[in-house]
């Protein structure tokens, strides 16, 4: 039942003041700490920095970035422990819940019955998170030295992932399959790649708005450095092999000016070089002036005629 104290938390995020009557409002159990079907769980310490990172985050389908597709925001999240409950590795139970809002017009009339019907309910999150710890060795998995499985037990212990330090929350997302059973979630803990990946592959084929969260403007801006920096050593190294090519040439045919082979191979492409670089030690060009190899017999004064 909506508040005064919601409606003030939801004012919060509006150019124009709205009232009871120009929203609704709905909960949802963004994640828990219990061990999910890809065998990874969030810490309570997580769930705890989550918190107040996803207020003011929005809610969209299957984690799209099209601002069409932003249909709700999160305004106030708190932590709610199931009693007698416990997680599958024999922790206290606790959800990571959030109260989020859409506005109430006819186009999100049909969204909002298939919410009160049941129909729309699991979410995904996504969020950025700074550790992964395995449960058997504790070493980082990002960091590399851990070879534990996870699923696979090892002794009495069986072995997941532990999600630690997170660092961002970007949205929550309307999902068909969720990954954490009990709080129906389905995450999204992406590699910088295919983050990448997927926020070029929308850029791409989106003919309208595209809304980026600040983590993902500070990724394609990190992504575009990382671009420079590559271009500027494959042009280092495109000038490098243009030169061994053009003095390769300069070799085999000594009555040709250098400066017209140095002007081709500087328009040439890094697969074009290579490709005469290899033909040239492969044939093993010699010019025509050149001096002949010493054998007993050598009679033949072919590579002097004219």
Request: hydrophobic share 35%.
């Amino acid at each position: 039942m909506k508040n005064k104290s919601d409606i003030e938390k939801i004012n919060a995020f509006t150019k124009t003041p709205l009232s009871e009557n120009d929203v609704y409002i709905f909960t949802v159990k963004l994640c828990n700490n219990d061990i999910d079907r890809d065998f990874e769980k969030f810490s309570l310490a997580s769930l705890k920095a989550l918190q107040p990172m996803f207020i003011g985050k929005t809610g969209i389908f299957d984690h799209s970035m099209k601002s069409a597709d932003q249909k709700a925001r999160i305004f106030d999240t708190y932590l709610e422990k199931e009693a007698d409950k416990l997680t599958a590795d024999g922790e206290a139970f606790w959800s990571l819940k959030a109260k989020a809002y859409m506005l109430r017009n006819d186009g999100n009339k049909s969204l909002i019955d298939e919410i009160e019907g049941g129909i729309k309910k699991e979410v995904s999150v996504s969020c950025a998170m700074g550790e992964s710890i395995c449960s058997v060795c504790g070493k980082d998995k990002r960091r590399g030295g851990c070879s534990h499985i996870n699923g696979r037990m090892y002794g009495d212990k069986q072995a997941f992932t532990i999600l630690n330090a997170p660092t961002d929350a970007y949205e929550f997302s309307f999902v068909a399959v969720p990954a954490q059973r009990e709080a129906g979630v389905t995450k999204s803990f992406r590699t910088k790649e295919l983050d990448m990946e997927n926020i070029l592959k929308t850029i791409k084929s989106c003919d309208g708005e595209v809304t980026l969260t600040k983590a993902q403007a500070n990724e394609i801006s990190s992504y575009i450095e990382e671009l420079k920096e590559g271009a500027a050593l494959g042009e280092e190294y495109k000038k490098k092999l243009a030169g061994e090519v053009s003095g390769m040439l300069s070799l085999a045919l000594p009555h040709i000016d250098s400066k017209l082979f140095q002007s081709v191979t500087s328009v040439m492409t890094v697969k074009e070089l290579l490709g005469f670089k290899n033909g040239l030690k492969t044939e093993s060009v010699k010019p025509q002036l050149a001096r002949a190899d010493k054998t007993e017999n050598n009679t033949d004064y072919s590579q002097f005629r004219i």
